[in-house]
């Protein structure tokens, strides 16, 4: 290896021996210097191909030379794309003197820091001289190789042809000490081959594994990591066998820095999503990390997405996840994220601080896979959204939980597919997680009270009947309303197990109050619409009040109207109620929609007219509406109790149009069991 001055500047020139390698293969190479427009040719391709030492300026120079005139443009295109920066290029030029054909191949081997050409590797091949080998050394040697040997094994030395910095740091004294091949391999391995890697490395090298490999190709690749001053770098090693007749004699060795190659693929088994192909949720993690800007992140569901999978099959679930994904890309812009978490939900951040157009964005989404499922023809993506605002330093994991919760909110909604969180629905879902988690031990334990509501008659002010209403007595004696918990045991299907424990506790009080020989008035109990589904409802019923020893009519079954109205099974419910002896009332009439139809459902026997209707009392039209609807019910064969009355101007008003019986504070407020045993004795 040496250097050849030039105008008082040194460039490259490799080692006399490798050159008279690569000439012995077919090879005839050269140096670029793009800035200088300075070709300068290795001495053995002076000496092969009459070629001058040095052109200049290129690509004039050569043109007039060593390349027929006719080829003279396609050479200048091809010094001049090195000049534009195209890494490696290649053209068939025709030489002067004999008119053969040379295969020129150029590749830029070093850049400036503005990313300039600077430095090429020019490689002219002569295709009948030994085509298959220096085709395979050509692309070996172009390939980015930092370092480069000449090796002959028959002489058992190591010639270098190019040295990268660190190796010329390191063992540049060394190798141009022309080592043997053992020793020159055996120190690089030592020295700098990374410890869990050595024993492949010594293995890739032994002459035994290329011989065996060379037998039946030409090029051996080993990649290996190298350590240096504690630095991992990924290498690669090409061998490139000289020798024709598949035995081992000469090769040469390439060795380069493959990290980048190396990271970029780890960096996709670590941040790609195996699905969509798409970030992962650490990719977009990291990503997020790395923002400066406000935003919102998006927790996305599918509605009822196993269906597609159970249905269509996992395949296809999958294909689906990929269009789905595919439609979450078109929505977002170069500033926002988005990933795939699992199954079908998805995480997106929105770079935007304006909450409507987040709405706006979420609602093209929405459309866009809407139309995406008819083109495919499978059922329709319908999407749900929670959003959460994001700024920086915000913990992400905790901004997508709050959006985990503002999606869980909207999941059963029909109005509306996205939601803002909100720190007072965080509130509740945690109080109502308390309530789920203390439900069971608080039936165990009785921490549920009943409590009793007489119904009076206008006319002769006489108790008449109650209602029983349930409190829940939490461990710290507060008192909690049926409003706060009711609703969220309907919705997890537990109120069954409260409806029922109510009722039987209604029954035991009832048979006691019999058994004690005093007058017994029907007390009511509510039976949620989540109870009415529960299976054998009426038999479980039935078989609690005789169990008890009661009579059904001592129990009267109070179910909502909405409830009532809903469908033909509990139209069939109720008239099994009936058969099994127990009163049904139609309770909250008036409240929400309120039909007339559903007081033509048979077999109720009471209807329940709520506190919204009483509270139009005095006003002309709530006053009709009431006339109408008592008469009606009356008509019909119903008793009517009035419900939530307060004050006397109602009372009189209900007495008027012989409304059977009033429940509400004007009377009395529900009362816990001693107070109202006292009314029931008094
Ligand atoms: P509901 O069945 O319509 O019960 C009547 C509600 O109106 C009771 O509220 C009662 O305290 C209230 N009320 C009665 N008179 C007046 C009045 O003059 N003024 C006012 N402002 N309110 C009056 P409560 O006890 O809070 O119960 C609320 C709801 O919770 C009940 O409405 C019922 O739907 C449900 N609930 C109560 N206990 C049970 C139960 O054991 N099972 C089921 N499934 N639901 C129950
Ligand atoms: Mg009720
Ligand atoms: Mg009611």
């Given at each position: 290896?040496?250097?050849?001055?030039?105008?008082?500047?040194?460039?490259?020139?490799?080692?006399?021996?490798a050159?008279?390698?690569?000439?012995?293969?077919?090879?005839?190479?050269?140096r670029?210097?793009?800035?200088?427009?300075?070709?300068?040719?290795?001495?053995?391709?002076v000496?092969?191909?009459?070629?001058?030492?040095?052109?200049?300026?290129?690509?004039?120079?050569?043109?007039?030379?060593?390349?027929?005139?006719e080829?003279?443009?396609?050479?200048?295109?091809l010094f001049?794309?090195?000049?534009?920066?195209?890494k490696?290029?290649?053209?068939?030029?025709?030489?002067?003197?004999?008119?053969?054909?040379?295969?020129?191949?150029?590749?830029?081997?070093?850049?400036?820091?503005?990313?300039?050409?600077?430095?090429?590797?020019?490689?002219?091949?002569?295709?009948?001289?030994?085509?298959?080998?220096s085709?395979?050394?050509?692309?070996?040697?172009?390939?980015?190789?930092?370092?480069?040997?000449?090796?002959?094994?028959?002489?058992?030395?190591?010639?270098?042809?190019?040295?990268?910095?660190?190796?010329?740091?390191?063992?540049?004294?060394?190798?141009?000490?022309?080592?043997?091949?053992?020793?020159?391999?055996g120190?690089?391995?030592?020295?700098?081959?990374?410890?869990?890697?050595?024993?492949?490395?010594?293995?890739?090298?032994?002459?035994?594994?290329?011989?065996?490999?060379?037998?039946?190709?030409?090029?051996?690749?080993?990649?290996?990591?190298?350590?240096?001053?504690?630095?991992?770098?990924?290498?690669?090693?090409?061998?490139?066998?000289?020798?024709?007749?598949?035995?081992?004699?000469?090769?040469?060795?390439?060795?380069?820095?493959?990290?980048?190659?190396?990271?970029?693929?780890?960096?996709?088994?670590?941040?790609?999503?195996?699905?969509?192909?798409?970030?992962?949720?650490v990719?977009?993690?990291?990503?997020?990390?790395?923002?400066?800007?406000?935003?919102?992140?998006?927790?996305?569901?599918?509605?009822?997405?196993?269906?597609?999978?159970?249905?269509?099959?996992?395949?296809?679930?999958?294909?689906?996840?990929?269009?789905?994904?595919?439609?979450?890309?078109?929505?977002?812009?170069?500033?926002?994220?988005?990933?795939?978490?699992?199954?079908?939900?998805?995480?997106?951040?929105?770079?935007?601080?304006?909450?409507?157009?987040?709405?706006?964005?979420?609602?093209?989404?929405?459309?866009?896979?809407?139309?995406?499922?008819?083109?495919?023809?499978?059922?329709?993506?319908?999407?749900?959204?929670?959003?959460?605002?994001?700024?920086?330093?915000?913990?992400?994991?905790?901004?997508?939980?709050?959006?985990n919760?503002?999606?869980?909110?909207?999941?059963?909604?029909?109005?509306?597919?996205?939601?803002?969180?909100?720190?007072?629905?965080a509130?509740?879902?945690?109080?109502?997680?308390?309530?789920?988690?203390?439900?069971?031990?608080?039936?165990?334990?009785?921490?549920?009270?009943?409590?009793?509501?007489p119904?009076?008659?206008?006319?002769?002010?006489?108790?008449?009947?109650?209602?029983?209403?349930?409190?829940?007595?939490?461990?710290?004696?507060?008192?909690?309303?049926?409003?706060?918990?009711?609703?969220?045991?309907?919705?997890?299907?537990?109120?069954?197990?409260?409806?029922?424990?109510?009722?039987?506790?209604?029954?035991?009080?009832?048979?006691?109050?019999?058994?004690?020989?005093?007058?017994?008035?029907?007390?009511?109990?509510?039976?949620?619409?989540?109870?009415l589904?529960?299976?054998?409802?009426?038999?479980?019923?039935?078989?609690?009040a005789?169990?008890?020893?009661?009579?059904?009519?001592?129990?009267?079954?109070?179910i909502?109207?909405?409830?009532?109205?809903?469908?033909?099974?509990?139209?069939?419910?109720?008239?099994?109620?009936?058969?099994?002896?127990?009163?049904?009332?139609?309770?909250?009439?008036?409240?929400?929609?309120?039909?007339?139809?559903?007081?033509?459902?048979?077999?109720?026997?009471?209807?329940?007219?709520?506190?919204?209707?009483?509270?139009?009392?005095?006003?002309?039209?709530?006053?009709?509406?009431?006339?109408?609807?008592?008469?009606?019910?009356?008509?019909?064969?119903?008793?009517?109790?009035?419900?939530?009355?307060?004050?006397?101007?109602?009372?009189?008003?209900?007495?008027?149009?012989?409304?059977?019986?009033?429940?509400?504070?004007?009377?009395?407020?529900?009362?816990?069991?001693?107070?109202?045993?006292?009314?029931?004795?008094g």
């Amino acid at each position: 290896m040496g250097e050849l001055l030039y105008c008082g500047k040194k460039y490259y020139e490799p080692d006399w021996r490798a050159q008279q390698a690569l000439v012995s293969a077919g090879i005839y190479s050269f140096r670029y210097y793009p800035k200088d427009r300075l070709v300068v040719v290795t001495d053995a391709t002076v000496k092969e191909l009459g070629a001058k030492k040095v052109y200049d300026p290129m690509p004039a120079a050569m043109k007039d030379h060593l390349i027929m005139t006719e080829d003279a443009a396609q050479c200048t295109d091809l010094f001049q794309k090195v000049d534009r920066g195209e890494k490696r290029v290649a053209a068939n030029l025709r030489r002067r003197s004999d008119h053969a054909l040379m295969h020129v191949t150029i590749t830029t081997t070093d850049w400036d820091e503005e990313g300039k050409p600077e430095s090429a590797i020019g490689i002219i091949e002569l295709p009948e001289d030994e085509e298959t080998v220096s085709a395979e050394l050509v692309r070996a040697l172009s390939d980015d190789y930092h370092s480069i040997y000449y090796i002959d094994f028959d002489k058992n030395e190591v010639v270098p042809y190019r040295l990268s910095k660190d190796i010329e740091k390191e063992y540049g004294t060394f190798f141009r000490s022309k080592p043997e091949y053992g020793a020159a391999m055996g120190g690089y391995i030592s020295q700098t081959v990374q410890q869990e890697d050595r024993e492949g490395m010594l293995h890739a090298c032994s002459v035994t594994n290329l011989r065996e490999h060379f037998a039946e190709n030409r090029v051996y690749v080993h990649d290996f990591r190298a350590v240096r001053n504690g630095k991992v770098t990924y290498c690669r090693m090409k061998a490139v066998n000289l020798s024709a007749d598949g035995e081992l004699h000469k090769a040469i060795f390439g060795f380069s820095d493959i990290s980048l190659e190396k990271t970029r693929e780890l960096e996709r088994y670590a941040y790609v999503d195996p699905v969509t192909g798409g970030d992962n949720y650490v990719y977009f993690k990291q990503k997020l990390e790395r923002k400066t800007k406000k935003g919102f992140i998006v927790s996305m569901d599918i509605h009822s997405f196993k269906v597609v999978n159970s249905v269509c099959g996992t395949t296809k679930g999958d294909e689906i996840l990929r269009e789905i994904w595919k439609c979450i890309l078109n929505n977002i812009g170069e500033n926002d994220l988005a990933a795939h978490i699992n199954a079908d939900h998805y995480i997106i951040f929105y770079e935007d601080t304006d909450r409507a157009k987040v709405s706006e964005r979420l609602e093209m989404l929405t459309i866009q896979l809407g139309k995406r499922s008819v083109e495919l023809n499978v059922p329709q993506q319908l999407p749900y959204f929670g959003v959460s605002a994001w700024e920086p330093d915000n913990k992400i994991e905790q901004i997508y939980n709050e959006a985990n919760i503002a999606r869980h909110e909207v999941k059963e909604r029909k109005d509306v597919n996205h939601a803002f969180f909100c720190q007072a629905d965080a509130t509740r879902i945690l109080q109502e997680k308390q309530m789920e988690d203390a439900f069971e031990v608080s039936i165990r334990n009785h921490r549920f009270e009943v409590w009793y509501q007489p119904k009076y008659n206008p006319e002769s002010e006489q108790l008449v009947g109650a209602e029983a209403l349930v409190r829940w007595r939490t461990t710290d004696g507060t008192l909690v309303s049926p409003g706060v918990f009711v609703p969220l045991f309907e919705r997890n299907g537990m109120i069954r197990y409260l409806d029922e424990y109510v009722f039987r506790t209604v029954c035991m009080q009832q048979k006691q109050w019999l058994d004690q020989g005093g007058t017994v008035i029907p007390i009511s109990v509510n039976l949620s619409r989540a109870s009415l589904y529960f299976q054998n409802v009426v038999e479980r019923y039935r078989k609690i009040a005789s169990d008890e020893g009661i009579n059904p009519s001592y129990v009267p079954i109070e179910i909502t109207e909405t409830a009532a109205l809903d469908d033909q099974s509990i139209r069939e419910l109720a008239s099994r109620f009936y058969e099994a002896g127990f009163p049904l009332h139609i309770d909250d009439f008036g409240a929400g929609y309120s039909s007339f139809s559903t007081l033509n459902i048979m077999h109720f026997d009471t209807l329940k007219i709520d506190k919204s209707l009483i509270d139009y009392i005095g006003n002309y039209g709530g006053d009709r509406l009431l006339e109408h609807t008592i008469a009606l019910a009356k008509d019909l064969g119903m008793h009517v109790t009035a419900e939530g009355v307060e004050n006397e101007t109602q009372v009189a008003f209900l007495k008027n149009l012989n409304c059977d019986s009033i429940q509400g504070y004007y009377y009395s407020k529900p009362l816990p069991l001693e107070e109202f045993a006292e009314k029931m004795a008094g």
